[in-house]
């Protein structure tokens, strides 16, 4: 796995959005196959274009790409489901998240998204091949005290480099052996001397052994051709005059060489107060985890030093009705009781809403609503006909009914859950196995329908603007995707046994080399009208399981883009070549038993013939 860390003002949400680049005429949806993985793309947008708009910062957002490799990719895919390798990217964004942000409350004081890209397109136009990966978007808008966040170290790269590393080892993904550094296009001689100094200094593995190679082989002297910095803030070793700039009149001007930073990280300490005389690519797991671990202890008093006196109440208040609402449900119920709760899993949806501003009148026929008068977001419905007792306690929503109003409560719970905001697909359900059936049976329920509304207000965008793309921006369009695909592929699984069985493999190849640019020569098609990739040892795949493990596209796209394929294949010509070689076959049958007739018919006229003849000659003797 590779990361790039990028900060900047504005355009990622278009970029996400449609894909386009200066020098690429590809949209998002002709490249890639999108996955939102975290935190939902709307909010992330509405983030950015504030900070553009009302704040005049330099940068508005840091902006994380994770590149796999195809064999990191293949361990993630090698998990059994989709949620599972989703749970997995999802970790590892929450861990960059809270790497670069470490010391701020990352459900309260942070807005992200991120959203996985696998291509549909497999070489760029420039014939570079393009792997999965991960755009991670991280908004430096504090929306709890409307102020900058501050991230890890912007300017130094250690940390970054050890977080890295720690995560590779973390996922089991391929560990960088060796970083290409690039030299920038202007002539900056500090920077190929840098590169030299690396090259050269590759054997060493401390600051011991740097300063005893500098004395002993290359006879520098202290003070004269090097000095060792040891501050309270610094800690390096400085190379004298050991190269040079060049302004703008021509003239040479001689420069120092600072031997820390990227490459020459094991010469300098990790901490201000601990040494470390290990390169990176030779440190355990447990020794990189180490390192971060103090770095985040200091983020956190550092940060809290820092928040407003506002923003620390205001932080102090919400944990306070957390812990609060945690004791008075535990002292409500004993453990031995059965309960059941709905809990939002999202800050804002704790914070902003006092009234649901829906109407869910139809719902609440004799049922009694009690509002607690005191203040506290507490409120009770009851309706003692069907035994159903619901309370709503801000961020969970309980009940405590008889086994007999099951359904009425969950319908009734849901509603609320609707009424508040609530994300279905991002709520815990807890309770009884009865309750928690008949909860998830109601959700997917509410989900569908929500799909089929979706569905509806896109079929009116698309008549109205054909060619506007489509691309999920949150988990709920995840499984609205996932679900369809399914749904047709129960539908039509006779027909895809019929593309299977008549599509040509080839055509499929083919179309795949024009619209996703993959390198015929990684493919073939084998026995079965499949296709097998040389590349690696799966079995042969039939068409339309290429084109989604493969391209990596939906059941529902594939099937399409077969229906289109087999629509222009000739096969009427085939059909025709194949009547007329029947017909032959008919029509030469035919001739073989009229022959057979005819040569019959002959031998009894023959016969008949020979009759008559023996027949005159006894008249004749007669």
Known sequence: MIVRIRRAKSGLSKYLRDGKKADSNYSRNEKDIVTPIWG????????????????????????????????DYQKIESLPTKDEQNVLMQELVQDYIKHHFSGYDIDNEIISYAELHYPKLKYDEQGNKRYPHIHLGVSFLNPLSDTKLRNLF?????????????????????????????????????GRDRREWTELLDELNDRQ????????QLNFKENVDFRVVNTKNNNYIKLIGKSFKTDKSGKKIIQDINIQGRGFERFVDATSNEKNHKKLEDMTQEELEKILNEVYEK?????????????????????????????????KYSKKADYNSFKSLTFQQKIFYKHYGVNIEDSLRGYYVKT???????????????????????????????????????????????????????????????????????????????????????EKKELKKVDKPTRPVSQLDNYIIANSSKILEVEKVHDIQFLKENLKAQVVLDFASKKYNI???????????????????????????????????????ATEICNDLMAKQPKKVVDVVKG??????????????????????????????????????RNKKR
């Open 372 to 458: 607690d008068e005191t203040g506290v977001d507490n409120t009770t419905f009851i309706n003692h006909s069907k035994g159903v007792k619901v309370e709503d306690k801000g961020d969970k929503i309980l009940s405590y009914s008889n086994a007999n109003s099951i359904e009425d409560e969950v319908r009734l719970m849901v509603n609320i859950a609707l009424a508040k905001g609530w994300d279905l697909l991002n709520i815990q359900v807890d309770g009884t196995p009865e309750f928690i059936k008949e909860a998830k049976k109601q959700i997917l329920k509410k989900v569908e329908e929500q799909n089929q509304v979706q569905v509806k207000k896109q």
């Open 209 to 216: 052994e740097l300063i005893h190679f500098l004395e002993n």
């Open 519 to 557: 390198n015929l020569d990684e493919f073939e098609v084998g026995d079965g009208n499949k296709i097998n990739n040389k590349t690696n040892r799966q079995k042969p795949r039939s068409i339309v399981d290429f084109l989604t493990k493969e391209i990596g596209i939906n059941i529902k796209e």
């Open 40 to 71: 939902n793309l709307d909010d992330f947008e509405r983030a950015e274009n504030y900070c553009a708009q009302n704040k005049n910062w330099a940068e508005n957002y840091l902006h994380i790409t994770f590149a796999f490799s195809d064999n």
């Open 299 to 331: 983020r956190v008093e550092e940060i809290g030093k820092r928040r407003s006196k506002k923003a620390t109440e205001d932080l102090k208040k919400i944990y306070e009705n957390d812990e609060q609402l945690k004791k008075s449900f535990e002292k």
């Open 154 to 190: 912007a300017t130094n790269s250690f940390y970054d480099e050890v977080m890295v590393r720690k995560s590779n080892y973390k996922f089991g993904f391929e560990q960088i052996k060796k970083r290409d550094f690039r030299i920038k296009n202007f002539d900056s001689q500090v």
């Open 580 to 617: 007329e070689e029947k017909l032959k076959e008919l029509v030469q049958q035919h001739q073989e038993l009229q022959n057979k007739d005819s040569k019959h018919k002959q031998i009894e006229i023959n016969q008949e013939e020979e009759v008559n003849h023996h027949s005159k000659n």
